[in-house]
């Protein structure tokens, strides 16, 4: 939605004006004003709300203004820069002027000042997120030129003693000319060979394999509504982390609305667990299972916790949590794995700013198919405990091996229905029967000691599906309870 404008683009320049000269100005010539002396005072102090935003401008253009700007703070800039000049002129204007004028356009006057004023506060409305935009752009700077590296990269956590104080942004190390790019439609179809090989659909579009000029591997989603590609690149384009997928570039040509993500070439959890790739380490091992689902879990916390602005993905679903599986390699003890999870489906995700209310949704996204919150479906109000909800729903999915919604026979009827995964199992995991419900594909009959840290995981699902988001655990609680159980499955023999 907002690719960096051209280099040359630069605060100053935006603006067209000298922005903090213009508020100085402004300011003195409200001291000696001799007509609307307090309409003036007024709006002098309206102006001097203005600095921090300007400064922040300034600073987050880059290089003392001199870097680039996004385009919708670009916008922000140069319609500021005309409101400070109308600001200028109006406080100018009432300098030394006779009771004629004053008698001839009071009126008038008084209208501007409220024109004025009321511009001054829809930038400052707008204030909070034109910040948020140019701090990431700072972060991405800084990333850029410190090429930080912090990712996961799976394997059990020390589980001891975490940090639950927000640690920095966590990257993925990604050079400059990674950065996400611009594709025409000429681009996409010899990308995608003509859009041949289709990766999945999901409710906004179709996801095609393709392979970019350089030889990078992607995924091309081509979207049917022109609201999904708007937020899903909005949300994508500061994130960088090992969990969640990263963008590659867009296209927005020929009417056709085009994510393009990298490649994740394992396809989707849901897919594991459900469908076509029943022969997986996913499959046939809780290790890999709980290491996936610790790798998700890594991705929420990062949206919820660490990323500039915070999100809430409002989709976290089995089909939005993709693989990248290398099962081919072999070490002394057998056949191995490593696996590689990433979050995707940022179709109706949010920004949240911290610590306001609840953000009202409309009930589309309230999301279906067995994940939805109910706490959200009854109030139209999304909070974070929303995705833990939804994450709770894959980690029982997870653990039976069963989709989110599953067939039942329904006596009275005598015909199948379908019921919430929720329903059917979690009432066995609440009295402690997991067994009940247990997926036997990775361990036939579960001995004791194999079962404890599934009980472990367990436990955190009853507490994740709380109907009320308020006694539901934070999503780094989450976190450090995977890492727990990963820990013991790994040090109890890799099963
Ligand atoms: N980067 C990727 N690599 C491989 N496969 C992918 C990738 N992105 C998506 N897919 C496949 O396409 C399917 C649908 O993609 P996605 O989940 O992004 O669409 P969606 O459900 O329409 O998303 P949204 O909820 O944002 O509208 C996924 O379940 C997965 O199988």
Redo the contacts with the bound molecule.
């Keep these: 939605m907002w690719q960096v404008l051209g280099n040359a683009a630069t605060v100053a320049q935006l603006a067209g004006v000298d922005t903090l000269g213009l508020v100085a100005k402004i300011r003195q010539a409200a001291r000696t004003a001799r007509q609307n002396k307090s309409d003036c005072e007024h709006l002098a102090r309206r102006v001097d709300d203005l600095d921090e935003l300007l400064a922040l401008l300034r600073s987050g253009g880059g290089g003392g203004g001199g870097g680039p700007v996004e385009p919708a703070a670009a916008r922000t800039l140069a319609a500021l820069g005309e409101t400070l000049v109308e600001a200028h002129d109006l406080v100018v204007s009432c300098q030394g002027h006779g009771l004629a004028y004053n008698l001839f356009t009071a009126r008038r006057s008084s209208e501007r000042f409220k024109d004025v004023e009321r511009k001054i506060d829809s930038y400052l409305q707008n204030f909070p997120v034109i910040g948020l935009i140019v701090i990431n752009r700072r972060l991405d700077g800084l990333m850029m030129m410190g090429g930080a590296t912090n990712g996961d990269t799976g394997g059990g956590g020390s589980g001891a003693h975490r940090d639950t104080s927000p640690p920095p942004p966590t990257t993925t190390s990604m050079s400059a000319d990674e950065a996400a790019g611009e594709f025409t439609m000429a681009e996409i179809m010899v990308a995608t060979n003509d859009f041949a090989v289709v990766?999945?659909?999901?409710?906004?579009?179709t996801?095609y394999k393709g392979r970019l000029h350089d030889g990078r591997e992607v995924?091309v989603?081509r979207l049917r509504r022109r609201g999904?590609f708007d937020t899903?690149l909005a949300i994508l384009s500061p994130l960088r982390h090992d969990h969640i997928?990263q963008l590659v570039g867009h296209c927005a040509d020929a009417g056709e609305r085009i994510v393009v993500?990298?490649?994740?070439?394992n396809?989707?959890l849901?897919?594991h667990l459900h469908g076509r790739r029943r022969s997986s380490p996913v499959t046939s091992s809780w290790k890999a299972r709980v290491h996936v689902l610790l790798g998700a879990a890594r991705g929420v916390e990062h949206l919820h916790r660490r990323a500039m602005p915070l999100v809430i993905h409002a989709?976290v679903t089995s089909?939005?949590i993709?693989l990248d599986l290398d099962a081919t390699a072999t070490t002394a003890a057998g056949a191995s794995w490593t696996a590689a999870t990433r979050l995707?489906?940022?179709?109706?995700s949010m920004w949240r700013a911290a610590g306001v209310e609840p953000q009202p949704v409309s009930t589309a996204i309230a999301g279906g198919g067995g994940y939805a919150d109910p706490e959200l479906v009854s109030t139209g109000r999304i909070k974070p405990p929303s995705d833990v909800y939804s994450l709770g729903v894959v980690m029982l999915e997870t653990l039976t091996g069963k989709p989110a919604m599953v067939t039942v026979w329904d006596e009275r009827s005598s015909r199948t229905a379908a019921m919430a995964l929720v329903s059917y199992a979690l009432p066995s995991v609440r009295d402690g029967r997991l067994v009940d419900v247990l997926d036997r594909r990775p361990v036939a009959s579960p001995a004791a000691w194999q079962l404890e840290p599934l009980e472990m995981v367990a436990a955190m699902v009853a507490r994740c599906l709380c109907l009320h988001g308020d006694n539901r655990p934070g999503i780094s609680e989450v976190v450090v309870n995977l890492e727990r159980a990963l820990q013991l499955i790994c040090t109890r023999g890799n099963f």
């Design positions: 990766l999945g659909s999901g409710d906004s579009g996801v995924a989603k999904a899903e997928v993500t990298q490649l994740m070439t396809g989707s849901h897919d989709g089909s939005h993709l995707t489906g940022f179709g109706a």
